[in-house]
């Protein structure tokens, strides 16, 4: 939720440095797993790639940060 609003639990960091839910999302997956040497086996989903999913009542792409976090 930081990442994508750019406030800390504490206050307002700078707008502009925050995440879209797309990019939040491509960070914790397909670029995680390129970081890690895995994109072959890891990072989307895809037959034959390892995954862990999650379920949420919004869409985390599309839904507001403060949504997200709640869902």
Do not use: N
Request: aromatic residues 4%; charged residues 20%.
């Amino acid at each position: 939720q930081v990442l994508a609003t750019a406030r800390a639990p504490r206050g307002a960091a700078s707008a502009r440095h925050g995440l879209t839910g797309l990019m939040a999302l491509e960070g914790m997956t397909t670029h995680a797993a390129f970081a890690a040497g895995e994109e072959a086996v890891a990072g989307r989903i895809a037959p034959g790639f390892r995954a862990d999913l999650a379920a949420f009542a919004v869409d985390p792409v599309e839904a507001p940060a403060d949504e997200t976090a709640q869902a």
